[in-house]
């Protein structure tokens, strides 16, 4: 069976059609896609995505063959030759004795899905850089200390989410704010936690951290960024919450996560997913408000969009209203 690279339109429908058929989605950006066909009909394909590889399929005639073996070997042997030495990948659960015979090693699994990793860093190490951060910054071992921590995309960073990293700083000797770094946002992950750096200096016990690629990414949980969700995305968002839960809370000794309520749909389904796996370990606050309406970054960026940059200003924090406003006049000219 020849491995080929899904290019033409028919190609790229017929292996939606394998992947609807396996319970995926197809993937929303995709760097290359490969497949294997039989007779004129594709029996297997995996998608990759930077480091990412999902979206393996097999069809259910050929599970037994070494139909997913011989994508894989193909696909990793492509990314060595790109340059790309550290793999990251979501896949369905039934897979996983096929990943971890390649040297993968499992990150977590819902027992419906998983997520495993090969190369450098892996999480434990960009946990134990973060955990070594933290230590020297509040000169303590985090052990001893008692920690929150919240996950943030701020995109923009408003005076709600600094009201929220305030509340929860206050009920903790240390906290840890996780800003995401995926990019697929308004506001590019640089210019995001530089907002949020500013916004939370003056908070003594808070730092600022990068989220790393496991927690709400492309790997772990796309459809944050989509606001979309179905059965397949809470799939995604269960998994998300059991690696926060299983890896991220004992290695930095986070006792509770924090998070506001939410009128997206979409957020706020994974805030319940979020409140089920994490159970006393969640803590939900009311979201801030200014002139009776809920302070939102989405409202910020309607105002900015719409020239209003002044009155979208007075919804952030102090801090950062120069840096913003440089960025919105950048972007949308002075009006």
């Known amino acids: 069976m020849p491995i080929r690279e899904a290019i033409l339109e028919e190609e790229r429908a017929a ?189 003594g016990n808070v730092l600022v951290v990068p989220s790393t690629k496991y927690v709400v990414s492309s790997l772990t949980f796309p459809s944050y960024f989509l606001k979309t969700m179905d059965e397949r995305d809470r799939e995604h968002a269960l998994l998300d919450a059991v690696v926060f839960r299983d890896r991220f809370m004992p290695s930095l000794f986070i006792r509770t996560r924090y998070v506001g309520t939410e009128a997206d749909p979409t957020t706020n389904a994974y805030n319940d997913i979020l409140a089920k796996t994490l159970g006393d370990g969640l803590f939900v606050l009311p979201r801030f408000e200014a002139g009776g309406t809920p302070i939102s970054a989405s409202r910020v960026r309607t105002l900015i969009e719409s020239g209003h940059i002044e009155s979208a200003l007075e919804l952030v924090p102090v801090s950062n209203r120069a840096l913003l406003r440089a960025i919105a006049e950048a972007r949308h000219g002075k009006r």
């Open 15 to 203: 292996v939606a059609a394998l992947l609807d058929a396996s319970g995926l989605k197809p993937p929303r950006t995709v760097d290359e896609t490969l497949y294997l066909e039989e007779d004129g009909r594709i029996v297997a394909t995996v998608s990759r995505t930077g480091e990412l590889v999902s979206h393996l399929a097999v069809d259910s005639a050929h599970r037994d063959e070494d139909a997913a073996g011989l994508l894989l070997t193909d696909l990793l042997s492509r990314m060595n030759a790109d340059g790309i030495h550290r793999r990251l990948v979501f896949t369905k659960s039934r897979f996983v004795p096929l990943f971890t015979s390649m040297h993968f090693s499992v990150v977590a699994d819902s027992g419906s899905v998983a997520i495993l990793e090969n190369g450098f860093p892996t999480l434990d190490e960009e946990l134990k850089s973060i955990r070594e951060l933290a230590e020297r910054t509040f000169f303590a071992p985090l052990s001893t200390l008692d920690v929150g921590a919240i996950v943030v995309n701020c995109n923009p960073m408003t005076l709600g989410h600094l009201g929220l990293i305030r509340f929860a700083a206050a009920r903790h000797q240390a906290f840890l704010v996780f800003v995401l770094e995926e990019d697929a946002s308004t506001f590019s992950y640089e210019e995001r936690i530089a907002m949020v750096r500013l916004g939370c200096a003056e908070i």
